[in-house]
Nanobody, 121 residues
């Protein structure tokens, strides 16, 4: 599976962005998809994940109620809608694919390149 994330950019606090992660190379169905982020000087952290059926999701406490993960298996794409963004959300966001819904980066087998999200006035 090859993953490509895009949609990052500069946004003011309180604004919104939608990240997309397009998968190619093999069937997308059956994989759990996750989003992780890494800010400068910090370790990579879990943001959100979604089961292959789309029926089960998980979120980090820091983004719960503001971010929404979704997927379109027909388009081989997973999305991360980010609302009410805060400066502390500034990071490089990466998407990943794995066999189980996990909050641990090491449990994901495939990774895309990151996309920069900067929240600043």
């Amino acid at each position: 599976v090859q993953l490509q994330a895009f949609g990052g950019g500069l946004v003011q606090p309180g604004g919104s962005l939608r990240l997309s992660c397009a998968a190619s190379g093999r069937t997308f169905t059956g994989y759990v998809m996750g989003w992780f982020r890494q800010a400068p000087g910090k370790e990579r952290e879990f943001v959100a994940a979604i089961y292959w059926s789309g029926g089960t999701t998980a979120y980090a406490d820091s983004v719960k109620g503001r971010f929404t993960i979704s997927r379109d298996n027909a388009k081989n794409t997973v999305y991360l809608q980010m609302d009410n963004l805060k400066p502390e959300d500034t990071a490089v966001y990466s998407c990943a694919a794995g066999d189980s819904l996990s909050l641990t980066a090491g449990d994901y087998d495939y990774w895309g390149q990151g996309t920069q999200v900067t929240v600043s006035s």
